[in-house]
């Protein structure tokens, strides 16, 4: 068994080496900036939704890019809670039937839904990393997603994505001070 004080040294750990994952909110945040240019052209909702999952596609890849050029660890070998942080990751996945059936049947508000599930993700990573700020923005972006779904017209839904990059830059900030002022004691 482990102590809670060893537990927290592996947390703490993985958030500074990691950067408490600031490469991915900032890839986040460029891929969200995309998708509101997507949700602004004169095309069908449809095609709006299909090109939204097509960019979502590219964080990995630019999340790799800022991994480079912030120094983050991806993989820590010593800690026994990194593969976790992939796991977590991959959770989301089983939310995407959501996003099927809002992209067959509501396709307008398909960018509401990714929106929701990205930032509700978001959640588990406050334990994680042990940081309050994954659990505050899970909160606002997804109530603030929804919110703004129910009182925008369909034609008007750039401003989700919009909203999305805005509050993602907002959170790397937070995240890089947030692991800046932790210690390895």
Do not use: C
Not at 35 to 53: G, M, N, R
Not at 54 to 71: H, R, T
Not at 76 to 85: H, M, T
């Amino acid at each position: 068994m482990v102590s809670k004080e060893t537990f927290d040294k592996l947390r703490i750990e993985l958030s500074i080496k990691s950067k408490n994952g600031l490469d991915f909110t900032m890839s986040a945040s460029i891929v969200w900036l995309l998708i509101a240019a997507i949700w602004t052209l004169e095309i069908k909702p449809y095609d709006q939704s299909v090109l939204t999952f097509v960019i979502g596609g590219f964080v990995l890849p630019l999340a790799f890019f800022f991994s480079k050029l912030f120094k983050t660890n991806w993989t820590n070998k010593e800690n026994p809670l990194q593969p976790l942080g992939l796991w977590l990751n991959f959770a989301q996945l089983f939310y995407f039937p959501f996003l099927v059936f809002t992209l067959i049947n509501t396709p307008e508000y398909f960018v509401m839904v990714y929106a929701i599930i990205t930032g509700a993700h978001f959640f588990p990573y406050a334990w994680f990393y042990k940081t309050p700020w994954y659990a505050i923005f899970a909160g606002i972006i997804s109530i603030s997603a929804m919110a703004f779904g129910l009182i925008l017209p369909p034609e008007e839904m750039y401003f989700i994505p919009a909203f999305m990059s805005a509050s993602l830059v907002i959170l790397t900030v937070l995240l890089h001070f947030d692991s800046k002022s932790k210690t390895l004691a």
